[in-house]
């Protein structure tokens, strides 16, 4: 019976779609105080990594469960553009610090980089101007991030992780229900990323910890390894001169 009862658990959890996002910004906009703070709805002031780290949890959206994968991708390598998470994911978000004509600057940039790369297949964009609290710094008018999601057909929302607004919780459902509309249009996935090598981070070696509470994780993405089949077959489909 058990074995019956573990099995059906294994069928439902192979059967969930699985949506990955890459979120990406330059350097301090808040990317992982904002992939924390979405799931986990806590606030984690400092932050430092110099990987890319990759949260894995279960949640709910409109009454059904999803699988979800975030990539919250380091900018300590300023030069280069993160091209593996962009072939790795479903969707994107990207973003900004108001205080910070750079951060706009890099974040169009980004986004300009994104639909090259993805062209033969979109996919969907969230663009976020973070720490809406600070207003007395603010150097990005609220019209300069709409025009640019606007150009790029993204959505957008001014946000503050610090204060925790309610729009990063709708942004981010939005953008999965959004996607897990796309997969289920397609007919099966074609390949599975299950191949996550990584260490687990435990409190005493890392900022951040599993939330076992809601049944997450979080790894250290060994990056050749948690990129290359997806970003493989991607290449493969999309551009026929391509290699790793
Ligand atoms: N005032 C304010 N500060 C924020 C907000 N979100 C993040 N911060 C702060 O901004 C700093 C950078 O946040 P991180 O989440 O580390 O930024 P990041 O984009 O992941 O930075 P890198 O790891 O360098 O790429 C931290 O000191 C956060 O506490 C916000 O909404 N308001």
């Not at 439902?12 to 350097?27: H, L």
């Not at 890099?106 to 297949?121: D, F, G, P, W, Y």
Request: one cysteine or more; aromatic letters at 6%.
């Amino acid at each position: 019976m058990i074995d019956i009862v573990q099995k059906m658990k294994t069928e439902d959890k192979n059967n969930m779609p699985k949506v990955r996002i890459a979120v990406i910004g330059k350097s301090n906009v808040g990317k992982s105080a904002l992939t924390v703070r979405y799931l986990t709805r806590r606030y984690i002031g400092e932050y430092r990594s110099n990987t890319d780290l990759l949260y894995r949890q279960t949640l709910t959206i409109n009454n059904s469960p999803i699988e979800v994968e975030v990539v919250d991708v380091c900018s300590c390598d300023l030069g280069r553009f993160p091209e593996e998470p962009i072939y790795w994911a479903d969707a994107c978000v990207v973003v900004y610090d108001i205080t910070s004509k750079k951060s706009l600057t890099h974040a169009t940039e980004l986004i300009q980089k994104v639909h090259q790369l993805r062209s033969q297949h979109q996919i969907p964009m969230l663009l976020l101007g973070n720490k809406a609290d600070l207003e007395h710094l603010r150097e990005v008018e609220e019209i300069e991030g709409r025009t640019l999601a606007v150009q790029h057909g993204c959505q957008f929302y001014e946000i503050s992780v610090a204060e925790n607004s309610s729009l990063i919780y709708s942004a981010f459902d939005l953008l999965l229900s959004e996607c897990r509309s796309v997969l289920s249009t397609q007919k099966t996935r074609k390949f599975s990323v299950s191949k996550m090598i990584g260490t687990l981070i435990g409190n005493n070696n890392g900022k951040v910890t599993s939330n076992t509470s809601q049944g997450g994780t979080v790894v250290v993405c060994q990056k050749s390894d948690l990129y290359k089949s997806r970003v493989l077959k991607r290449r493969h489909n999309f551009t026929a001169t391509a290699s790793l």
